[in-house]
């Protein structure tokens, strides 16, 4: 029997000497504050694409609307605030650590609301990253405002930068720009795509498993994975949640891994992975040139 080389993928994971929490070729989760883990050298220079929708330091008892009902907005211990300075320089250390991680050509999203955007926006000028884009993603079903005194949030900021100015980074610009984006009301058909996204909150079907308080749609996250990484490559996510970085990633065919502080939420991962995984990988056919390609 001829013995199976090593990828790339198992061979960082090996090198990382620690326990993963779950592990299946091409998804891997740790349970580990991220800071940890993005200090470990066997991962310097080896990821193509960092995903982070880090903390937003907003729950302050603030009060929302959710389904009709006034709800609290706190999300959880790990979004409480521990003032700007120290919320800051939490944003400013792991962004750094991300920088070490990424390949030459690796680029970076960052998500976030205004409560935190400010501070990763300048974390990321301060560490030499070059910024590519800011995207406003627009949820056109997002919850009101219930004080009447304020206009009702409704979109989130998304940044994407490159690890360095000089060495070109990957973007399937044919497929933003031909392929079928049925979901997205403000893209008009075989033109290039804006930086301006509409995208609804995750669906019920996305939350069957439970839900995590600040899910993102898996809309988004396939857009974001086929944008900017190829098959084959790593995607890592800091701060994994729900893992739904982690889904797109496995579903197109590219390798994840993602890192959370909570056991719930990695188990909540964990039954969404085993879905997507039988529900099979994907593959988009490149040279669409001129032709719509169903993508959702
Ligand atoms: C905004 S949520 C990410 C949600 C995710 N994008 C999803 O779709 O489910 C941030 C996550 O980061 C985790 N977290 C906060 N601080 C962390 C840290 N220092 N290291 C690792 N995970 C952390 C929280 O437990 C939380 O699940």
Redesign the pocket.
Known sequence: MPTKTPSKFDTINKKLRLKSYFSEPGFILYK????SILKNKALHGSINMVFA????NLSNNGISVHAGKRVSVN??D??KSAGVEEDFN?HKQ?IGLCKDVLTPAGTIWI?GTYHSIYACGFSLQLHKFHLLNDICWYKPNAAPNISARYFAASHETLLWARRSKKVPHYFDYDLMKHGDWADDRLKNPGKQMRSVWAINTPKTEEKKFGK?????PLNL?KRIILASTQEGDIVL?????????GLATYEYNRNFIG????ED?LELSIKRFNEQRRKGRNTIKKKMKGKQTSIN
């Not at 929708?53 to 937003?56: E, L, V």
């Not at 995590?212 to 993102?216: C, D, E, G, I, V």
């Open positions: 580990a504050d991220c800071i929708d880090p903390p937003y999300k959880g790990w979004d939490f792991w998500s995590h308080p600040t899910q993102k996250l996510d800091p701060f994994t949640g729900s893992s739904t970085t890192i959370d502080k909570e939420f």
